[in-house]
């Protein structure tokens, strides 16, 4: 299966109470470390309610990216359409940030030192695990492949050396924010970020987090666009016709 925007994008946000709070297994580490039968029901529900709210993200996602995928197609489809489009995903993106850091100060709040000592121990095993480099490593290896296919159709349709160079040139702009923002989500773990593992990180330190991740999705909306746009300037009906569909495989 091929790792697109969207793939990418629910690998951003998560579709599980781990990803919530960008520790491996924090659900089990609850269940497994907190004896207090209350406290550990009202965290199990703030994780399942969570959850409910990523499943409902995910769904939502999917259907904006299908009409993407299908405005794409068209060449009449202006820069301004994809920059509401875009907005508004990012919106959406901060509001479920702003929920994924109310429910990670509650989840601070509400476990012991010694309780989340015993948590973090388990979630640094997780970390560490040879299936979750291995994974990693294999969706680097589809994103290069889906961009060799782009650059593969470009190479064999538009002939015009001058307007290849430029389609080619912005694909290539686009790969690069592309695998820059997937490495950077892929880089979240117990290991490379101090504040996960801080019981006491503040609102702040996790906005400032989200703040930066942000500025990569962003960066990679604004490649994505640049490079539809070069595209629409430099190819005919025919060729357009045949990179987009190649293209589209990989959103």
């Known amino acids: 299966m091929l790792i697109g925007l969207f793939t990418l994008l629910l690998g951003i946000f998560g579709v599980g109470s781990e990803d919530v709070f960008y520790l491996d297994k924090i659900d089990k580490g609850i269940k497994k470390y907190i004896t207090d039968k209350e406290r550990k029901k009202e965290l199990q529900g703030d994780l399942k309610n969570y959850t409910k709210a990523l499943n409902q993200f995910a769904k939502i996602l999917k259907g904006h990216l299908k009409e993407l995928k299908k405005k794409n197609h068209d060449r009449n489809t202006t820069r ?9 995903r990012m919106e959406e993106r901060k509001e479920l940030q702003a929920l994924f850091i109310d429910q990670r100060s509650n989840l601070q ?5 010694d309780e989340w000592t015993e948590i973090m121990q388990m979630a640094t095993k997780e970390a560490n695990k040879v299936e979750a480099k291995e994974q990693k490593k294999e969706l680097k290896q589809k994103s290069k492949n889906i961009f060799e296919n782009q650059e593969q159709v470009i190479k064999d349709v538009i002939f015009d050396p001058d307007k290849k160079s430029k389609v080619q040139e912005a694909l290539r702009t686009y790969e690069q924010e592309f695998i820059e923002a997937q490495e950077a989500y892929g880089d979240i773990n117990i290991n490379e970020t101090d504040f996960l593992a801080d019981k006491n990180a503040s609102k702040a330190d996790m906005q400032k987090f989200a703040d930066n991740l942000n500025v990569q999705t962003i960066n990679m909306y604004k490649a994505y666009m640049d490079f539809l746009m070069e595209m629409k300037e430099n190819t005919n009906d025919e060729e357009w016709a045949s990179i987009i569909k190649v293209f589209n495989k990989g959103v």
């Open 80 to 88: 301004q359409w994809y920059v509401d489009f875009f907005d508004s």
């Open 109 to 113: 709040k509400n476990i012991t030192e």
